[in-house]
């Protein structure tokens, strides 16, 4: 099996938990490359200085916009490369987090959604859905400085587009080849219950 997985949601939903329970039910069927974004090349980690050195989520949009989408376009080489050699690809966040960052943060959703189009398409994106106000719960009890867009109104804001994210696929998928496959998981119940539908979207692949 070769393929490309991405999780999606808001700071606080879960992605990491299940995407350690991913990599432990698909271990054993194939060769993993677990991967995030920002990714840990130059423009990756400028943007994770930025992230914790300002504090206003809404500052910024065109910036933030131009700096993942340029650390994306180095970062696909390299999925595109272990994709080539046969490993399955496990990716915490992807375009789909320009789409719902940037345009919360107020940048163009048109500009957004051309630039994302120029990129590798998914075989499965799994964006956890939770409210903002559990989030933000989750966050707390971590005990670590929020970060630029950890913020319980922007948080909203994001949960919002990331709901919607099935609709801005058909976009995307409009008048070309591509096909996204994105699929709402609700994340607000027990890990191992999440998991469950988690396990189902992937026996699928």
Known sequence: MTKF??????DGCGKGTQILNAIDLLKDHTTLFVTKEPST???????????????????NAELFTNLYTKDRKEHNKIILKQLNQ?????C??????????QQAQGDNIKKILKQSKKFLVPDLTLVIDIPAETAMQRLKARGKKKEKFEKQKFLEELRET???????????????DRK???IIIDGNRKPEKVFEQIKEELKKL
């Open 180 to 182: 996204e496959n994105i």
């Open 92 to 101: 915490d966040r992807y375009y789909y987090s320009t789409i719902a960052y």
């Open 41 to 59: 090349l130059k423009t990756g980690k400028l943007i994770k200085r930025l992230l914790k050195e300002q504090d206003d989520p809404k500052t």
């Open 162 to 176: 990331y709901l919607k994210m099935p609709y801005y696929g058909k976009i995307l998928d409009k008048n070309s």
């Open 86 to 90: 046969g490993h399955t690809v496990i």
């Open 5 to 10: 997985i991405v999780f999606e949601g808001i």
